[in-house]
């Protein structure tokens, strides 16, 4: 019969209890330290791409002739990425109406780490752009955008609470 009550009090948490649960600033806290990670680690693109230009000259694989193509279609799959992001951070954070506080954390955690690493994929196209052409002027444009996407995404504590509570 325990067990039976068990299952019943888990299937009655509710947001209001988070904080006798799951210690959400916590797990929110470690969550912003992932991303920040994650988008410190953006910076890595521009120092290859400086360090290559200054000391070894990039040696491009492509013609010049194949530029303007190549770099509109790397352009329009990192808008594809904007809009694959959105939709599967919003996949990420559909809700069941089983699920108990502990799980909607887990997913809040799971979707803000996976978005972060998502939103690198502009500054990854802009790399391989570079590293195709030798041109720079580019990967500092992709390396913005997805930065923006990055501060779009970047959890935030109030809007933990507010889906928790919905």
């Not at 040696?59 to 990425?81: K, N, T, W």
């Not at 990420?92 to 506080?101: A, D, F, G, H, S």
Request: aromatic share 14%.
């Amino acid at each position: 019969m325990k067990a039976g009550k068990k299952k019943k009090k888990e299937k009655e948490q509710t947001p209001e209890t988070v904080p006798r649960q799951v210690d959400l600033r916590k797990e929110f806290r470690s969550t912003a330290r992932i991303c920040y990670i994650i988008a410190g680690s953006l910076l890595i693109y521009p120092l290859v791409v400086e360090l290559v230009k200054r000391f070894a000259g990039p040696e491009p694989l492509v013609s010049e002739g194949h530029y303007p193509q190549m770099r509109e279609i790397l352009f329009a799959m990192a808008l594809v990425a904007l809009f694959t992001i959105r939709f599967l951070h919003n996949a990420m954070l559909k809700k069941n109406p089983q699920e108990n506080v502990k799980v909607l954390v887990r997913k809040l955690r799971t979707a803000h780490i996976a978005t972060a690493v998502l939103c690198k994929i502009p500054a990854v196209l802009g790399f391989v752009l570079f590293f195709f052409h030798g041109f720079s002027r580019e990967i500092y444009a992709f390396f913005a955008f997805s930065l923006v996407m990055m501060v779009l995404y970047f959890p935030k504590f109030d809007h933990w609470v507010v889906w928790l509570r919905k």
